[in-house]
């Protein structure tokens, strides 16, 4: 076929998966479910990878598709060596397409762990030993293998790659793992066991989420194994002090910092008509100045509007899951997480929802940004001096 009728084809297979998302969503919306998910079609077949190898806004919403449909129906969900119609064949197939854009693996892989843990661990495990992978898959490949407390074989696994992660991988990790109480006991008995540093235990995003599981003389535990370490408060005021002197030292490049405002900011926060609704829009951020700015990046709870709060959600299951709260559909919770995305929690399934002092922002964007990229981007940061938004 020719180039015209591929991009047609491509155009209307986008516009039906974005209409079935909606549709999906709307039955989640409603409380009502589907028959069988095996008569169900969600764009995930081999003959379709293609079209969204080229497109992958359109292959996140199919993700999507796949991470709502078990909610939606009443089939027994896949599980190892059972004969059950629900399959989660769709995720696992994206987690291991290569060729797909890394984000879009990273989102497969996660529903894949969330919903069948036996599958996912194989998987994963693979994908972690795999020299061809790219760095970012095999990075999403370990955080969402946090997310499994039981790993089996492939926990010895797990534990050696993540002791020799990168902090920022290390504390997204401890995040995933505090999101279920299994995991929340196992992240501490870790540190106890010096194999992840005890310092995960400082950061906010965290602690909220080990409150969240309702541990056992959480406090005194956190205080023994903590013992020594500077208080988080004091770190953060030398982080600060640090890159302002790398800042006044460093000839910055704003064409840089644009890049990487859209690479690490854009999800959420928007400048002009560019980048996302969820947080606040940053149109005269500049009029700041450098020590606020700096303070609103390294340690984004210390001045936090009471719009943009984070909340912790318990579910019935014992999950926690921290984000902003966004909208209520109907009899489904809407809240995005620290990276932008959306997730969607039906309101029969939340035990508690409460609000936080903290700010949704990650609290480890020093660790994610190196010092070099942090300059670029405080640069275009304060080239922003006007208040309003350009016009259309």
């Known amino acids: ?29 409603s409380g009502r479910k589907f028959g069988r ?54 995720l696992n197939r994206f987690a291991k397409a290569a060729g797909l854009a890394d984000d879009v693996r990273g989102l497969a892989m996660e529903s894949l762990a969330r919903h069948d843990a036996p599958v996912a661990t194989k998987v994963l495990a693979e994908l972690l030993q795999d020299t061809k992978a790219s760095h970012g898959v095999r990075e999403r490949a370990l955080l969402a293998l946090a997310r499994i407390t039981d790993r089996g074989q492939a926990n010895d696994l797990f534990t050696t790659t993540l002791k020799a992660a990168p902090y920022r991988v290390m504390t997204a990790a401890a995040i995933n793992m505090a999101s279920t109480k299994p995991g929340a006991e196992a992240l501490l008995a870790a540190t106890k066991a010096g194999t992840l540093p005890a310092r995960l235990l400082q950061e906010n995003a965290i602690l909220e989420r080990l409150r969240g599981a309702n541990l056992p003389e959480l406090d005194q535990q956190i205080a023994m194994l903590t013992k020594g370490l500077p208080p988080l408060d004091q770190r953060l005021a030398e982080l600060i002090k640090k890159r302002s002197m790398a800042f006044a030292s460093t000839k910055p ?42 303070e609103d990046t390294l340690d984004p709870s210390r001045n ?47 035990e508690q929802n409460r609000e936080t002092m903290l700010s949704p922002m990650p609290a480890n964007f020093g660790e994610v940004i190196s010092e070099a990229e942090f300059v670029h981007l405080i640069a275009y940061l304060l080239d922003q001096k006007t208040v309003e938004p350009p016009k259309k």
């Open 1 to 29: 076929i020719g180039d015209g009728e591929r991009k047609m084809e491509g155009a209307l297979f986008a516009q039906g998966v974005a209409m079935n998302r909606a549709l999906f969503r709307g039955v989640q919306a």
């Open 37 to 90: 998910a095996g008569d169900i079609e969600v764009g995930a077949s081999e003959q379709q990878l293609p079209l969204l190898r080229k497109d992958p806004a359109t292959a996140r919403l199919v993700v999507e598709m796949m991470d709502l449909l078990p909610a939606l129906t009443d089939d027994v969900w896949s599980t190892e060596g059972g004969t059950v119609r629900g399959s989660t064949s769709g």
């Open 253 to 294: 490049d704003k064409a840089e910092g644009t890049k990487l405002f859209t690479k690490h900011c854009a999800a959420c926060h928007r400048i002009g008509d560019q980048g996302g609704k969820i947080a606040p829009q940053l149109d005269g951020i500049g009029l700041r100045g450098l020590e606020r700015l700096l």
């Open 304 to 350: 936090v509007d009471q719009a943009f709060r984070a909340r912790v959600i318990t579910t019935k299951d014992e999950k926690t899951i921290t984000g902003l709260m966004l909208r209520t559909e109907g009899q489904t919770v809407v809240v995005a997480d620290g990276e932008g995305k959306e997730l969607r929690i039906p309101t029969q399934d939340i």
